[in-house]
């Protein structure tokens, strides 16, 4: 019905024009003067119907975007609560990131100190020898922070003269150095499951005249069975562990390597509790990384023993756990 009355509207327009064309021509003014405001009022007409019918088209256009903002909407209040929990479950995710990244700037932020400590141990335990010590932190090596909290240990009012580690290397000269330096006894027992290894450090401790305060112990992998775990695995050889050795104060767990089986470091404390004291600290190394953190906690749950562990504190990236009854 619009379309028809549109198309009358701008015919009667054009007529009309047509009309006041002839009639002006042949003199007729009055008449002319009507067939003009005859066709504006038809051409009005006929563009007021167009656009009319141009609303239309738009508005027609249109429709399918109003549904689908509004089923947009209606989706979005639906899913509200989907979002928040997918945003709850991102945080979550990528909290230990954050704390991971804030724990490597806390350590790089400290680093300074921590080699302005090593240096000045290293006057006070070695002197003015040529000899260099082992690189911390390279390959298997200890970091410093933990070499530190060694040496602190021996030289400290706890007084932790006797050492036991599982791994042998910087440790073990920094240890020996450190017991050296008090003077008052202490040694320094040493399991090593490489040979080539073992000897390397008693050449390193015989050119920093330390042999006398360490022993290297040859302790090459064998499988052992762990019954916390359920497992059999490769651990140390304790057929020349040293049976009158007890009281320990204190044992450093780098070994053996964590590709050796799952929680390659866990038999430490079942196997060797007993040449512990009461009080004495078990220092775990690596444990930034999921199996040694797995080890701590299970230590920590409990062992088959009237004894227990305790977690204290981390240094560095390695966990400090204390003896108790």
């Known amino acids: 019905m619009l379309h028809t009355l549109r198309k009358a509207a701008w015919l009667v327009g054009m007529l009309a024009a047509v009309t006041a064309v002839v009639t002006g021509i042949a003199g007729f003014t009055d008449l002319t ?12 007409a006929g563009a007021f119907l167009s656009f009319r019918a141009l609303a239309e088209v738009v508005r027609e256009a249109a429709a399918p975007s109003r549904r689908i903002t509004n089923a947009i909407t209606e989706l979005a209040g ?20 954050g704390d991971g990244i804030a724990a490597l700037v806390r350590q790089i932020d400290h680093q300074p100190y921590v080699h302005a ?27 410093a922070p933990t ?9 400290g009012h706890n007084s932790r003269r006797t050492v036991i580690e599982c791994g042998s290397g910087a440790s073990t000269l920094w240890t020996a150095a ?49 019954t ?12 020349g562990w040293p049976d009158d050795l007890v009281d320990a104060d204190l044992m450093f767990v780098d070994g053996p390597p964590g590709v050796t089986a799952r ?16 009080g004495a600290y078990v220092v775990l190394d690596d444990t930034n990384r999921p199996q ?34």
């Not at 070499?147 to 030289?155: A, Q």
């Not at 929680?263 to 009461?278: S, Y």
């Open 147 to 155: 070499i530190l909290f060694i040496v602190d240990e021996v030289l």
């Open 78 to 97: 639906r899913q509200k609560g989907d979002a928040e929990k997918i945003e709850a479950i991102v945080q979550r995710g990528t909290k230990p990131i």
């Open 33 to 44: 003067l009507a067939a003009l405001g005859l066709a504006v009022l038809a051409v009005s």
């Open 178 to 226: 450190a017991l050296r330096h008090r003077g008052d006894g202490g040694h320094v027992w040493s399991l090593e499951s490489d040979a080539a290894y073992a000897e390397i450090t008693r050449e390193n401790l015989k050119r920093h005249g330390l042999e006398a305060w360490a022993t290297v112990i040859d302790a090459p992998l064998v499988e052992t069975t762990v």
């Open 292 to 325: 040694e953190r797995e080890i701590v906690r299970r230590w920590n749950a409990g062992l088959a023993s009237t004894r227990s562990l305790r977690t204290v504190k981390t240094v560095g990236r390695c966990t400090v756990l204390e003896v108790t009854r």
């Open 263 to 278: 929680m390659a470091r866990f038999p430490a404390v079942p196997q060797l509790l007993p040449h512990l004291r009461n």
């Open 117 to 143: 400590e090593l240096q000045r141990r290293y006057a006070q335990l070695i002197g003015t020898t040529d000899e260099p010590m082992p690189v911390l932190g390279a390959n298997w090596a200890a970091t």
């Open 228 to 239: 916390e775990l359920g497992t059999v695995q490769p651990w140390y050889d304790l057929s």
